[in-house]
């Protein structure tokens, strides 16, 4: 079932009614029914790390509405046909009723889920009801309202489980959502026993819909998630906004660390289970050899090591394809965008990340200073080699600009022409 997010959708109605053909003394009760169905307007959003996109939500085709009333025991099932919402078997009622619609149905089963993007609609909450008693005979229509929020879950290590379950003010688990005819809304299903929302394992983006206003804790496991580098395991009293989602991490992906020259170093990680680069180079350049040793061996301690270029360099990672125009490199979808700065009298090549959880995050790497007409190199070591033709070099990560008309990047990438005993910048990672 396909869905698509939207501003505000609403639904040309016609009214369907067949006139039963019983000859009674009795009120004719007809059966058949078209439901007129306004979504009310979630072209609004909010977020705690980031302010891109917006959630919206539009009917699909074969889409399902439960309809009840104060005067019926059940619910009546009213399906899209991409037009309307129609039921051939909802009874009009004899005296005006209280009617109520619930997407998408009167059950809603939170466990489990599949973290899916285009899975977000199937649990999606909406309910309304009708303005004013009617008896339905002139069709219905209901403006609904989002009853549920939005987890955007980044796990930002590769290594990472995912276990993500909500607890109530009261301590127990979230289960799922029931349809309540008098409020017009949902109620939480709760439960004794920890149950799971959602179960992964591994970096990557995952949503996951939970209860809307009211109060709520939410953890991976037992242990709390991140909102902007900050722990963050409760709402406010109120909860969460229908209709609006929240980015939450795994863990930070901003930070510091000490070196064991005994100076504190900014960290940074621009993609889930990327490396975390330092924010600075090591102080002087170096050999290949000296840059790949190991443990308390290596320049600034075992807390840090020089990546490999598989680390840094591809799909999703630091990359690039090349303009359509020009053929010049340029920034490719899905990876960190990157462009040419100049800082403090110096040029820079400054990476930002493009994904959930990391648009806020940037790296910069360094040239030495130059004139105008010289090239400009932006490199650093990698911990890997290559034998080519015979001999054998070490792997540059590398950007190359230089001044034509203007100031172009002509080079990105892999570059092995180097023997290992020429220095270079060495830009360092966590180590764990």
Do not use: C
């Given at each position: 079932m396909k869905k698509i997010l939207y501003s505000v959708f609403m639904l040309a109605t016609m009214v369907l009614a067949a006139c039963s053909s019983d000859d009674t003394t009795e009120p004719v009760v007809k059966r058949g029914m078209v439901l007129k169905a306004n979504v009310e307007d979630t072209d609004t959003r909010a977020t705690i790390t980031d302010n891109e996109g917006k959630w919206k939500f539009a009917f699909a085709t074969k889409d399902v509405v439960k309809v009840g009333n104060d005067k019926v025991d059940g619910y009546y099932t009213f399906t899209n046909d991409g037009t309307v919402f129609t039921s051939t078997d909802a009874k009009q009622t004899t005296e005006a009723a209280n009617w109520c619609a619930f997407f998408p149905g009167e059950e809603i089963d939170l466990r489990n889920q599949s973290g899916d993007f285009a899975d977000v609609a199937n649990k999606?909450?909406?309910?309304?009801?009708?303005?004013?008693?009617?008896?339905?005979?002139?069709?219905?229509?209901?403006?609904?309202?989002?009853?549920?929020?939005?987890?955007?879950?980044?796990?930002?290590?590769?290594?990472?489980?995912?276990?993500?379950?909500?607890?109530?003010?009261?301590?127990?688990?979230?289960?799922?959502?029931?349809?309540?005819?008098?409020?017009?809304?949902?109620?939480?299903?709760?439960?004794?026993?920890?149950?799971?929302?959602?179960?992964?394992?591994?970096?990557?983006?995952?949503?996951?819909?939970?209860?809307?206003?009211?109060?709520?804790?939410?953890?991976?496991?037992?242990?709390?998630l991140y909102s902007d580098n900050k722990s963050m395991s409760t709402t406010k009293a109120d909860g969460l906004k229908a209709g609006k989602y929240y980015t939450l991490t795994t863990g930070m992906t901003k930070g510091k660390a000490d070196n064991s020259l005994g100076e504190t170093i900014d960290w940074v990680q621009l993609w889930p289970g990327g490396p975390k680069f330092a924010t600075q180079n090591v102080a002087e350049e170096m050999t290949w050899t000296d840059a790949t040793k190991k443990g308390d061996d290596y320049v600034?301690?075992?807390?840090?090591?020089?990546?490999?270029?598989?680390?840094?360099?591809?799909?999703?990672?630091?990359?690039?394809?090349?303009?359509?125009?020009?053929?010049?490199?340029?920034?490719?979808?899905?990876?960190?965008?990157?462009?040419?700065?100049?800082?403090?009298?110096?040029?820079?090549?400054?990476?930002?990340?493009?994904?959930?959880?990391?648009?806020?995050?940037?790296?910069?790497?360094?040239?030495?200073?130059?004139t105008k007409e010289e090239n400009h190199n932006f490199d650093f070591w990698t911990a890997s080699d290559e034998?080519?033709?015979?001999?054998?070099?070490?792997?540059?990560?590398?950007?190359?600009?230089?001044?034509?008309?203007?100031?172009?990047?002509?080079?990105?990438?892999?570059?092995?022409?180097?023997?290992?005993?020429?220095?270079?910048?060495?830009?360092?990672?966590?180590a764990k």
């Open positions: 999606y909450a909406l309910a309304g009801a009708t303005a004013s008693a009617t008896t339905g005979s002139d069709g219905l229509t209901v403006t609904m309202k989002a009853k549920a929020a939005v987890l955007r879950i980044v796990g930002v290590n590769k290594g990472d489980i995912l276990d993500i379950n909500v607890k109530t003010a009261d301590g127990k688990y979230v289960s799922g959502l029931t349809a309540d005819k008098k409020s017009a809304g949902f109620i939480v299903d709760k439960s004794d026993t920890k149950v799971s929302l959602l179960s992964k394992q591994g970096a990557g983006v995952y949503y996951v819909v939970v209860p809307a206003g009211e109060k709520i804790y939410v953890y991976n496991g037992d242990k709390s600034w301690g075992a807390n840090w090591r020089t990546p490999t270029l598989d680390e840094v360099f591809g799909e999703g990672k630091l990359n690039f394809t090349d303009d359509k125009e020009t053929s010049l490199p340029t920034s490719v979808a899905g990876s960190p965008s990157f462009e040419l700065k100049e800082q403090n009298g110096y040029l820079t090549v400054v990476f930002t990340g493009v994904q959930p959880g990391y648009t806020k995050n940037t790296l910069t790497l360094y040239d030495k200073p130059n034998i080519v033709n015979g001999e054998d070099k070490g792997v540059l990560f590398q950007i190359q600009a230089a001044y034509w008309d203007k100031l172009y990047i002509y080079s990105f990438g892999k570059n092995t022409v180097h023997w290992k005993d020429k220095k270079f910048f060495v830009r360092p990672v966590l």
